[in-house]
């Protein structure tokens, strides 16, 4: 399985084959076993520089991306709106044109995912999505690798999404029908996913022979789930409606009574930060919680789609069994 990524633009996982995933999948498992298991140094960025810009700010991504990008011997370039003119002084067309010219890849961290799509078109180097109003492809290739990791394969594997419909299900949906894994997903009336990304969903799921629902019940959703996730219910840029959103989610907490529903063998995963009214403490530290590794394993997947699109570096190890 060898797939030519190598100036590649990563925006979203629906324009990734499955052998693409499973190959970044792949190399991310490579870099994890070869830098952190076995201490090797692979100086893969070296001489290459990263412009990070953040319009949101960032544990997990801006960590990963900055750690990760230095540990593969490059420069990492953190850039807030603060820092730089774009948005006020000068355009995105003028700002994506001359990082092309400065910086090997650029990874953006927007409101908006129609300024990545501008910002790929004008640069001339890869564009990553550290995370945008309509995907999250960086946090869900961690989270497959956390499954991966958890029960040695992703085909056949059920997760249950139970809260809002925003970013980080919307790349669940985009993808996990490649990988073979079916999706159950509860939302609160109103707070369904994009109509457009719900149809790429069911197209995927029709065409990888895999199982998709949507309901509005949480404990329909658990029903016999592998893996049972959750997000904030409120988002950057949705404080305004935080009383609305409360209240439009109650009963959506995932407990160990929504646990019963799911499979005996059930994990938890959260892509932080998480509260309390999200998933109780008795899931969240629960030995069948997963969200430390997950977070753990942003690192190694941003860096294997580092080192994919900007090197011709495969993976050494053997391939694992997706």
Not at 130 to 147: C, K, M, N, R
Not at 212 to 222: C, F, H, K, R
Not at 283 to 297: D, G
Request: hydrophobic letters at 40%.
């Amino acid at each position: 399985m060898n797939a030519h990524l190598k100036g590649r633009d990563l925006l979203t996982l629906q324009n990734y084959t499955a052998d693409e995933l499973k190959y970044l999948l792949w190399m991310a498992s490579d870099l994890k076993q070869r830098i952190k298991h076995k201490g090797e140094y692979l100086p893969l960025m070296q001489g290459k520089s990263l412009a990070m810009i953040f319009e949101k700010r960032s544990t997990r991504t801006r960590l990963s991306a900055e750690t990760g990008f230095a540990l593969l011997g490059g420069h990492p370039s953190f850039l807030t709106t603060q820092d730089i003119h774009v948005g006020t002084n000068e355009s995105l067309t003028d700002t994506a044109r001359v990082l092309s010219s400065m910086t090997n890849a650029i990874l953006a961290r927007v409101y908006n995912h129609n300024d990545l799509d501008l910002m790929a078109k004008e640069a001339t180097i890869p564009v990553i999505n550290g995370l945008s109003d309509l995907h999250h492809p960086l946090q869900i290739l961690a989270d497959y690798l956390t499954l991966q990791e958890h029960y040695g394969g992703l085909k056949g594997l059920t997760i249950a999404w139970i809260g809002d419909g925003n970013n980080v299900l919307q790349s669940f949906m985009t993808s996990a029908a490649k990988l073979g894994m079916h999706l159950r997903i509860a939302t609160p009336r109103g707070f369904e996913p994009d109509l457009g990304i719900t149809k790429i969903a069911e197209q995927n799921s029709k065409e990888y022979g895999t199982k998709l629902l949507l309901t509005t019940d949480p404990l329909e959703a658990a029903d016999s789930a592998n893996v049972l996730v959750t997000d904030t219910w409120i988002s950057m840029g949705q404080e305004e409606e935080k009383k609305e959103r409360l209240k439009a989610f109650q009963g959506y907490q995932i407990t160990m009574q929504t646990a019963k529903s799911a499979a005996s063998n059930w994990t938890f995963l959260h892509c932080l930060p998480r509260k309390p009214e999200e998933v109780d403490d008795e899931v969240f530290y629960s030995p069948r919680s997963l969200v430390f590794q997950e977070a753990e394993n942003r690192k190694w997947t941003i860096m294997a789609v580092m080192v994919s699109l900007l090197t011709d570096y495969s993976p050494q190890l053997q391939k694992p069994t997706f």
